[in-house]
């Protein structure tokens, strides 16, 4: 089926994009992460292609990376989980921090996209935890940041502060990615933290 589409950007918005190759005009479905990443209208924009087929309408998705676009199959092949909120996932966060939510068992995080709930952040966490890392994704998510107690403190810690749980996770994110000790305490994960959500 379509892989991928190579053409004229002719319009941009949030969640739509129109391109036109070979004198054909698509409009494709697209995360916001892919709406900031392509460039602006008139470039020349290559888009990784999902086709969703239901039994009275056809969507095509578009995905600046492979990896957005592998991150949205394995996320409509979870029971109850569509396009909508696969795409509501993948604009929220980025690939890495999504399976980073899975590989972690982060059922917080995940909740505080818009569109998740309790039970399809437990049944995403259950049927993709292994399945990312066997497509090549988030391989290094939930083994780089030891320490999830710590962890989990300090983002419970954070979010008592006003913090919302997403910009929280994303900073705990950061602060492990490049000072690793900071897993050994609440405390200086909480202090480091704190200077990327201010």
């Known amino acids: 089926m379509l892989y991928s589409i190579r053409g004229r950007l002719i319009e941009k918005n949030p969640t739509s994009l129109v391109v036109e190759t070979n004198g054909i005009t698509y409009e494709l479905n697209v995360p916001l992460t892919t709406y900031e990443a392509v460039g602006n ?3 020349e924009v290559t888009l990784f292609t999902v086709l969703v087929v239901r039994e009275d ?3 095509l998705y578009g995905f600046s990376s492979k ?3 592998k991150l949205f199959k394995l996320l409509v092949s979870v029971n109850g989980v569509g396009p909508r909120t696969a795409m509501s996932l993948i ?4 690939v890495h921090d999504v399976c980073d939510f899975i590989a972690s ?7 505080s996209i818009p569109g998740i709930g309790r039970k399809t952040a437990e049944r995403v966490i259950l049927e993709l935890k292994d399945r990312i ?3 090549g994704l988030g391989e290094s998510a939930g083994r780089q940041h030891g320490g999830e107690v710590v962890r989990a403190e300090a983002a419970d810690a954070l979010v008592a502060l006003g913090y919302s749980r997403l910009e929280v996770e994303r900073a705990i994110r ?3 990615s490049k000072e690793p000790s900071a897993s ?7 202090r480091s933290a704190l200077k990327r959500v201010r």
Do not use: G
């Open 41 to 43: 209208v008139s470039d």
């Open 174 to 176: 950061d602060v492990l």
């Open 184 to 190: 050994k305490s609440v405390e200086e994960l909480v």
């Open 133 to 135: 890392q066997h497509a």
């Open 57 to 59: 309408d056809f969507q």
């Open 105 to 111: 068992s982060n059922s917080h995080a995940l909740m």
């Open 67 to 69: 990896d957005e676009r």
């Open 91 to 94: 604009s929220s966060a980025s």
